[in-house]
């Protein structure tokens, strides 16, 4: 009886799955698809392109405007991570670690801005940025995405650092490290899966922003991908895009999937077993 | 190696609360010394700021003659086994021995020596290679120890070391480490809530309640001559009984009939403050089946009839559980202890006397049987203080001493 269930339940759990891959993926490619028809064949509504073609992905990296994009996004979001995630850390450690004056005031702020509508400081944002000369330039991308990063990043590193055992600290500085060392040595080695996966969501969040990209930044100078996508026109005034911006959707997902498959091999769950009792 | 001083430390926490109070203590240079008392009773504080953990409020903390208040814990040259081992997951069994030759920045070789040396005494060597995560509770409670022998430290802190082991091989560990403690013949203050532990490691036994220390001594001392109704009641098991007696006419009134007491104790309480009611503690190994005791030892107790609750035959002895009516022994330190053991939860009405009775006893559940028990064994306690009346310059003198 109990084997029976059993099966029948993971097929159900099968279905649901399938269904739910399904959903989300045939979006994904059906522009995967879509960027590599022709042309003429682009609105036979065909899920399967009947002529392969790798004319989009030409035209989008002929035109300087896409690479300039890619690299201006690459470069933002890096920096931005970076900096969220080293800055977050640092936070975490103290939130998990330490009580000291105005703690829940902080984790109190901290979550205050990760609910604060984004949308509503694009103007004040704007006009500020424009005062102090940093409109349309990289930090006055990064800034903003640093700040609506690190409430993320103060807590998921936060939550990482309270599953490490306190003991292993003491028992460091027993053993004769510094307060330096003990962290080095035995909390960071242990709190990496947390990092990576921070690392990875805050990455997401900044390569994936629309709203702070349009509006902080004019040129091409400081404008990111999905910005650039939006102002991508054909070779005429009259050419319908729509394969180009097919296949540059495609390029930009592949850093994402590969930022993913990095880090994801560093994310081994438990990691800390063994350290105390049995 | 060294001897650690304790001079008046106490610890207060930002709170307001006293976790430990005027501690004084001194450890000599290669003595085991056990830190014992019901959890909450700051004996995990006292290690702490022994190994620098925890700061020091106020006192002085000597190691080997060495003021060491303001010192880090890596200056103190000091080394910690913890209740929950703290391994580090992520280095192997020889890393985690390594790690504080490593910081201590010993060339290569001399740590491999060491680390092999202190394996092979601990018989590791064959898991140095394996993860934590691969080892059992017993290995890595051996990896905690090995961590914290090899680099030869001045003195062992140990935090309740034993206490995540099943009761089997907590057994067992705890000859390993007497015999690793006196093999080194380094100080270890060793912390544990577990009286049976403290007895049977220590040299020295610190019993410690609400953060004050109740008595100091080696483990024999504190059984037979407690110094108050603290100790008494938490050294041994099973525990010393305890009975509500009413002092009249210079005698005591107890639900075992009236008790003689000698000159000494009758002065005592003939005076003008002395208590009128005081507690009988009585341990189960004074009492004796009525039908077993000869003529000349039977002139040295008292005897007393009550039904038998409950026998339990342990081979050696039999434990026999009386029923006695009357009021029950009530004192602040006594509930203390009760509420320590999770005993206050099923204590019904009337009180249960726990005897250890020969095997020869005939002693049946349900029949009300005659029992003796040695008059020059019991202690007296003062209910307000828990002061034990009966004890003369540290020595215990039994109710009828001169």
């Known amino acids: ?278 | 190696m060294a001897d650690i001083v304790l001079d008046k430390v106490s610890k207060r926490f930002p709170d307001g609360t006293t976790a430990v109070q005027d501690v004084d203590l001194e450890i000599a240079d290669g003595e085991f010394v056990i830190l014992v008392g019901p959890s909450g009773c700051g004996k995990s504080t006292t290690l702490n700021m022994i190994a620098g953990l925890e700061d020091i409020s106020s006192g002085e903390l000597r190691i080997g003659g060495e003021r060491v208040n303001d010192k880090a814990p890596r200056d103190r040259d000091i080394a910690m086994v913890f209740q929950s081992y703290a391994l580090y997951p992520n280095m192997s069994v020889r890393e985690n021995m390594a790690f504080p030759l490593r910081l201590a920045k010993l060339d290569k070789e001399t740590i491999n020596q060491k680390v092999d040396e202190a394996a092979k005494v601990l018989e590791l060597t064959a898991l140095l290679d394996r993860k934590p995560a691969n080892l059992s509770g017993g290995q890595r409670q051996r990896v905690a120890m090995g961590r914290a022998i090899v680099r030869q430290p001045k003195a062992f802190l140990m935090d309740e070391p034993l206490s995540n082991l099943d009761a089997k091989l907590r057994v067992q560990m705890r000859t390993v480490v007497s015999r690793l403690q006196k093999q080194l013949g380094t100080t270890t203050v060793y912390v544990t809530h577990d009286q049976t532990e403290a007895m049977t490691l220590g040299d020295r036994v610190v019993i410690m309640r609400g953060g004050a220390v109740q008595q100091v001594g080696p483990p024999q001392e504190l059984y037979d001559h407690p110094r108050n109704l603290f100790v008494a009641g938490f050294i041994g098991s099973p525990s010393m009984n305890f009975v509500h007696a009413v002092v009249e006419d210079g005698r005591l009134r107890t639900a075992l009939g009236d008790v003689p007491v000698g000159d000494r104790i009758r002065r005592e309480l003939e005076a003008g403050d002395a208590p009128k009611e005081l507690i009988l503690g009585i341990r189960p190994e004074h009492f004796e089946d009525a039908a077993l005791v000869d003529d000349e030892t039977r002139r040295r107790g008292m005897e007393f009839e009550a039904p038998v609750d409950i026998v339990e035959s342990m081979g050696s002895d039999k434990y026999v559980y009386f029923t006695v009516e009357g009021e029950r022994a009530s004192a602040a330190e006594l509930e203390e202890l009760a509420a320590d053991t999770g005993a206050a939860d099923f204590a019904g009405g009337g009180s249960n006397l726990v005897t250890r009775l020969s095997a020869e006893s005939s002693a049946r559940e349900g029949e009300t049987r005659r029992a003796w028990f040695n008059l020059e064994k019991i202690h007296l306690f003062d209910p307000g203080s828990g002061r034990n009346l009966t004890l003369q310059e540290g020595r215990s003198a039994g109710a009828l001493a001169d």
Do not use: H
């Open chain 1, 1 to 278: 009886m109990a084997v029976e269930t059993t099966t029948r339940a993971k097929v159900r759990w099968g279905l649901l799955d399938v269904v739910v891959v399904v959903f989300a993926l045939v979006p994904v490619l059906w522009i995967a698809s879509l960027s590599f028809k022709t042309p003429a064949t682009l609105t036979d509504g065909k899920f399967w392109p009947r002529e392969w073609t790798l004319d989009n992905y030409r035209t989008i990296f002929d035109t300087d405007q896409f690479v300039r994009a890619l690299v201006n996004s690459i470069g933002i979001a890096l920096i931005a991570t970076t900096i969220a995630v080293v800055l977050g850390a640092m936070a975490a450690y103290a939130i998990s670690r330490l009580d000291f004056p105005g703690k829940k005031l902080l984790v109190g702020v901290s979550l205050l801005i990760a609910m604060f509508p984004q949308v509503s400081l694009v103007s004040p944002l704007f006009e500020i940025e424009r005062q102090l000369g940093l409109f349309d330039t990289w930090p006055g991308l990064i800034l903003p995405y640093i700040t609506f990063a690190l409430p993320l990043a103060i807590y998921t590193l936060s939550a990482f650092f309270k599953q490490i055992p306190w003991d292993l600290e003491k028992a460091a500085k027993m053993d004769g490290a510094t307060q330096a060392q003990a962290f080095r040595r035995v909390i960071a080695p242990l709190a990496a899966p947390g990092v990576f996966t921070t690392a990875i969501l805050v990455f997401i969040f900044c390569w994936n922003d629309f709203l702070f990209a349009i509006t902080l930044t004019s040129t091409e100078r400081s404008r990111t991908v999905p910005v650039a996508l939006q102002f991508f026109t054909g070779e005429s005034q009259f050419e319908d895009p729509t394969g180009a911006i097919c296949a540059a959707a495609v390029v930009i997902t592949v850093p994402i999937i590969l930022f993913v498959l990095f880090f994801q091999r560093r994310i081994v769950s438990g990691l800390t077993s063994g350290a105390v009792k049995g």
